[in-house]
Structure formats: structure tokens, C-alpha cells
């Protein structure tokens, strides 16, 4: 369209474009700095007050705080006692391969199973060949860090992926190739002074809307994820279940 046609408002974008043309980042740069700088701006003195406030009324720490919070408080300090827990579960994800790693009082207690003693922990786990079912099973553990008011337990997050590749009958079948992914999950292992697991607890959903699991964790969710849930109420997902529950 000539130039002389233009509608004003074009005319106006004409001479905007042309007068843009004319700057150099340097020009605009220091705009866009104070304009960041006033979005991502430090707490006021005010603001910092009223954190301080609440931190020191409603005893919130950080993760170093509570570190040191920890320390001195059990036979086994903090950095250790995580790395036991890593031990733990690097030796036992999918099995026990030595008892004498439980106490004799232990106690598996998840969300939905249990609480199961030593010995029926011991067998149940290993019916569920999940290396076979899900042999790219990555549970992405983090977060790992020792509760200051319990400083003999540690606490972890996981968030379980993998594909079913594997048949373990009759639980499987026969291998689906369907593919789960967990929502994060809070677990935790508390140890007496001997390092020995005294408590596992695992499978707490944080945010059940995560994943393709229907919100549910630790083995329950990638069974229903994979078309092969159980059919109890709390092996479905909370949103059905909810509804039967109202009914």
C-alpha cells in the first residue's frame, strides 16, 4: 500500500519502526534493566521483618539450619546417616539382599500396605520381580536430608518412571510396552544407633496430579498405569474413589 494511502494508524507504526531503527541496543538496553530490576527486586526491610518474624514464631529453617539443627542429637551424624540411607537403598530397591540390614523390629509402612514386620516385608518384596516387569525403571531419588526433629530418620523424594517390558505372572501376564511415571512421592528410612533400619515408609503422594499413575504410588501406581491395577478402592485413583465413597 503507498504511503500516502495509509490509514493513520499505519502512518504512526511507519514512523515508530523508522524511529526504532535509529537506536542501538545500548539505547534501549537501560530501560529493560530497570524494568527487570524493579520485577525480581529484593525484600524491603519491611518484607525481611515480617519473614523474620514468622521463621522465629513458627520455628522454619532452611535445609542447612536443619542439618545443624540435627547434629549432635543421635549416634550417627547427619551426612552419614544419609549416606546409610543410600547404602540402603542401593543394596535393597528391589529385594533384601541382607536382612541383617532390617532390625528385627522393623516395620515397612506405606500409604496403602502395611504395616508389614521384617519377615513379611522380606517375602513380599521379593514376589514382584520388578527389574523383569520394568527392567528401565529409574526411581529418581532426591532431596535426601535428615529431619531435625527425628534426627534418626532421613527423608527422600522419588519420581518413578519406566516401561513395562516384562511379564511376571500373574501380577503381569504378559508385558503391555505401556510406559508410567509416578507423581513425587515422600518416603523416608529412620535407623537405630547400630545403622540398622528400624522403619521404611514410602509411597506418600505429595501432588497426586502428577504422572499417569491416577495418583497413586509406590507399586500400585504403575500397576494401574500399565492397565494392570488391583481392584480394590485404594489401588484406584483418588478421584473415583472419592466419588464412591460420597455415594
Known amino acids: 500500500m503507498p504511503l500516502a494511502r495509509a490509514p493513520r494508524h499505519g502512518v504512526r507504526l511507519l514512523a515508530a ?37 514468622w521463621r522465629e514464631r513458627d520455628e522454619v529453617m532452611t535445609l542447612e539450619e536443619a542439618k545443624k539443627k ?11 546417616l544419609i549416606q546409610r540411607a543410600m547404602l540402603y537403598l542401593a543394596k535393597n530397591q528391589y ?21 508389614l514386620e521384617k519377615d513379611e516385608f522380606i517375602k513380599t518384596l521379593g514376589q514382584f520381580d520388578l527389574k523383569v516387569a520394568f527392567p528401565d525403571q529409574k526411581v529418581r531419588w532426591h532431596d ?7 534426627p534418626s530418620r532421613v527423608w527422600f523424594t522419588a519420581r518413578s518412571m519406566g516401561t513395562n517390558l516384562g511379564a511376571i505372572p500373574p501380577l503381569i501376564p504378559e508385558a503391555t510396552n505401556k510406559a508410567f511415571e509416578s507423581p513425587p512421592e515422600a518416603c523416608s528410612l529412620r535407623f537405630n544407633e547400630q545403622g540398622q533400619v528400624v522403619e521404611y515408609t514410602a509411597g506418600y503422594v505429595i501432588d497426586r496430579r502428577q504422572g499417569n499413575t491416577g495418583g497413586r504410588g509406590g507399586l500400585l501406581g504403575p500397576l494401574y498405569a500399565i492397565g494392570k491395577g488391583f481392584p480394590f478402592p485404594e489401588a484406584q485413583p483418588y478421584d473415583a474413589w472419592d466419588r464412591r465413597q460420597s455415594t
Open 70 to 80: 540435627a547434629t549432635g542429637k543421635f549416634a550417627i551424624p547427619p551426612e552419614e
Open 17 to 53: 519502526l523508522a524511529a526504532m531503527r535509529s537506536l542501538t541496543f545500548v539505547d534501549v538496553w537501560p530501560q529493560m534493566s530497570s524494568r527487570s530490576l524493579v520485577a525480581r527486586s529484593a525484600l524491603t526491610k519491611e518484607e525481611q521483618k515480617v519473614v523474620n518474624e
Open 95 to 115: 529385594g533384601v539382599e541382607d536382612p541383617n540390614d532390617l532390625a528385627d523390629d522393623f516395620l515397612f509402612v506405606g500409604q496403602v500396605i502395611g504395616p
Open 144 to 150: 535426601f536430608r535428615v529431619d531435625p526433629y527425628e
